[in-house]
């Protein structure tokens, strides 16, 4: 199962330096805080429509396979995050099998809580890079996380009601 959304995640291309943008554009695409958070901050009811989960082969997450470890599986989970019910971003984690030990094995049953609600409760939670992204009129970024050291990719791509426009 696929949405549309997610196609258009698949589709960013990402700069190679941070661009030139509207301040307040930045702020939203180099948020180093929790997407969930900064949602409820605008006083909406945030709320997961969780699209595919489960185990996948490396083959499955070519985009994201530069920044991880080789591995045969890969936990993968793309939800699209509501705020009021509206769509406001399209999400897409990639979790090494690796990385799914220990605490981090709550990873797999996030279910349709928002991914942020988890990561950002950690106190070992370290963030290696964002990289912003673009997709026809629309912005995404990605980013390495590391839980305990151990990493996990999150790319967002940011849908057309969300307040970043």
């Given at each position: 199962m696929s949405h549309p959304?997610?196609?258009?995640?698949?589709?960013?291309?990402?700069?190679?330096?941070?661009?030139?943008?509207?301040?307040?554009?930045?702020?939203w695409l180099l948020l180093e805080d929790s997407?969930?958070?900064?949602?409820?901050?605008?006083?909406?009811?945030?709320?997961?429509?969780?699209?595919q989960e489960g185990f996948v082969t490396a083959d499955e997450i070519a985009p994201e396979r530069a920044h991880l470890p080789?591995?045969?599986?890969?936990?993968?989970?793309?939800?699209?995050?509501?705020a009021d019910g509206e769509p406001w971003l399209a999400g897409r984690t990639v979790v090494p099998e690796s990385t799914?030990?220990?605490p981090e094995m709550a990873l797999q049953r996030l279910g349709n809580t928002p991914l942020g609600r988890?990561?950002?409760t950690s106190s070992t939670l370290t963030r290696d890079f964002i990289?912003?992204?673009?997709?026809?009129?629309?912005?995404?970024?990605?980013?390495?996380?590391?839980?305990?050291?151990?990493?996990?990719?999150?790319?967002?791509?940011f849908l057309p009601a969300s307040p970043l426009y």
């Open positions: 959304a997610l196609t258009q995640l698949r589709a960013l291309r990402y700069l190679d330096a941070i661009p030139e943008l509207e301040p307040q554009l930045l702020d997407m969930t958070k900064r949602f409820e901050q605008q006083g909406k009811k945030v709320s997961v429509t969780l699209i080789e591995e045969e599986r890969y936990w993968l989970r793309e939800i699209i995050l509501c799914l030990s220990g988890y990561l950002f990289d912003i992204g673009r997709h026809e009129q629309l912005w995404g970024r990605r980013s390495r996380l590391r839980l305990g050291g151990k990493p996990l990719m999150l790319t967002e791509l």
